[in-house]
Nanobody, 124 residues
Framework: QVQLMESGGGSVQAGGSLRLSCAAS????????MGWFRQAPGKEREGVAGIYRGSGSTYYADSVKGRCTISQDNAKNTLYLQMNRLKPEDTALYYCAAAPGAPHGLIPYDYNAWGQGTQVPVSS
């Protein structure tokens, strides 16, 4: 079973930066499609960024393109999400997730393993 644990969340001022981490265990990290999602109060869970190590392909939601970078450290079995120039609308509970096969982009339904989330409140 895939086990995921997010960390690195916390309050940040608008315009600031934050790096989220996701520790993975219970599977071969490099063999999975991984992604970051977020959910704001009263909103649907939405995809933020994804990565497939087989090809090195990364993909991002339009809302974070140019401000976000997804990466990973295989030696540490850790996935990262670097977010820059944060905006109040980025405020959400951020999750990392894994999909057993090729997902259809950043669709939450295609991911079957989830962390518990880490809060990112962005203040004005």
């Amino acid at each position: 079973q895939v086990q995921l644990m997010e960390s690195g969340g916390g309050s940040v001022q608008a315009g600031g930066s934050l790096r989220l981490s996701c520790a993975a265990s219970g599977y071969t990290y490099s063999s999975y499609y991984m992604g970051w999602f977020r959910q704001a109060p009263g909103k649907e869970r939405e995809g933020v960024a994804g990565i497939y190590r087989g090809s090195g392909s990364t993909y991002y939601a339009d809302s974070v393109k140019g401000r976000c970078t997804i990466s990973q450290d295989n030696a540490k079995n850790t996935l990262y999400l670097q977010m820059n120039r944060l905006k109040p609308e980025d405020t959400a509970l951020y999750y990392c997730a894994a999909a057993p096969g090729a997902p259809h982009g950043l669709i939450p339904y295609d991911y079957n393993a989830w962390g518990q989330g880490t809060q990112v409140p962005v203040s004005s």
